[in-house]
């Protein structure tokens, strides 16, 4: 099926269908290849503990999203590309784990939903430092002080601490890694098949986000959709679509400590990895990225932080705070309609 969804997508691209057709064919191929790659990833982390299979879900979850705002970036598409990094933050940060602790809850006997403190924790901490880069970049952008002129040169430097700090965090992280126990079972395919389908699903995601992209702008101008609200809500979603699935099934069968690694990993990595990375791929296009957000987006990175730190670093979560979570994205995007 997601075969048949990809060269559906292939054609309309390359054709003369309508751009909303092409959209909504590209999204489908991509939640697709994403569905593959979890799929895949589940097999290849069979025995590995939480850490290591979290990594490797959300790595490899997390293409998709990596070649749609690189082709933004490539087409000049740059409020598409910075709206895009924050809804892939905004839409797991908040939606994606509210769902997940609100399953969670509903798989455990006493409606607590209880997992290992040390991820959670982590990732408010690489949230912060994030936000605290983007937020003093936007006081001296708001400011106009004499730092603001050299806001490449801040991000750029900026971009390279992320990446040093994440690359000690994640060493720390993998070698703490227990080993996932011998009782339990993934899908039923051999090794071999398994790589073989994530280097499908790799080149898959990287030709259909192409078209995904190309599609996007007529498609969101045909409906009336503003930008901000395509990069916040429809990429942040469609471009997370392994995190949507795999996190809330794991909850669903109260493995919980492997459902809270693969949403939140995926977090971790788009805030600390992801974004510093595809700043400095930026300095290769005429269009470059930076850290410099809108003063409502800013605000927005900013709490989101302080209300995972707030919900989850004390390793259980209960229902009424999953709703919160979404109800936070909820508003996000809300705000994101009216941009």
């Given at each position: 099926m997601t075969a048949a969804f990809t060269v559906a997508a292939g054609v309309a691209h390359f054709s003369d269908a309508s751009a909303l057709l092409a959209f909504g064919l590209a999204t489908v191929a991509l939640a697709g290849l994403a569905w593959i790659v979890s799929?895949?990833?589940?097999r290849i982390g069979q025995q590995y503990g939480p850490a290591v299979t979290g990594v490797l879900q959300s790595t490899l979850g997390n293409l998709p999203e990596f070649f749609i705002v690189l082709f933004a970036l490539s087409a000049g598409e740059l409020v598409v590309a910075k709206t895009s990094i924050l809804g892939s933050?905004?839409?797991?940060?908040?939606?994606v784990l509210g769902i997940v602790i609100v399953a969670g809850c509903h798989a455990s006997a006493d409606g607590v939903?209880?997992?290992?403190?040390?991820?959670?924790?982590d990732n408010a901490v690489l949230m912060l430092l994030a936000s605290f880069l983007i937020v003093l970049?936007?006081?001296s952008a708001a400011t106009e002080d004499q730092a603001s002129s050299h806001i490449k040169a801040i991000s750029v430097v900026g971009?390279?601490?992320?990446?040093?700090t994440y690359a000690v965090w994640l060493y720390d992280y993998l070698r703490s890694d227990m080993p996932r126990e011998a009782g339990e079972?993934?899908?039923?395919?051999?090794?071999r098949l398994a790589l073989a389908l994530l280097a499908v699903a790799g080149v898959g995601a990287a030709f259909v986000s192409d078209w995904f992209v190309s599609a996007l702008t007529p498609a969101m101008e045909q409906i009336g959709v503003s930008k901000a609200f395509a990069g916040i809500v429809v990429v942040g979603i469609a471009g997370n679509a392994v995190e949507n699935t795999t996190g809330i099934v794991l909850a669903l069968k109260g493995e919980a400590d492997l459902a809270i690694s693969v949403v939140k990993n995926s977090v971790a990595q788009i805030t600390a990895f992801l974004f510093p990375a595809l700043v400095l791929v930026s300095l290769l296009f005429s269009t470059q990225l930076t850290f410099n957000l809108g003063p409502v987006y800013i605000g927005a990175l900013a709490l989101t932080a302080i209300a995972l730190w707030q919900i989850t670093a004390d390793g259980e979560a209960t229902r009424f705070e999953g709703v919160a979570l979404v109800a936070f994205y909820v508003i996000v995007a809300v705000l994101a309609w009216y941009e």
């Open positions: 799929f895949a990833t589940e933050i905004f839409a797991n940060a908040l939606l939903m209880r997992f290992q403190t040390r991820l959670p924790k970049i936007g006081l971009a390279v601490a992320l990446l040093v079972v993934g899908p039923r395919i051999s090794m």
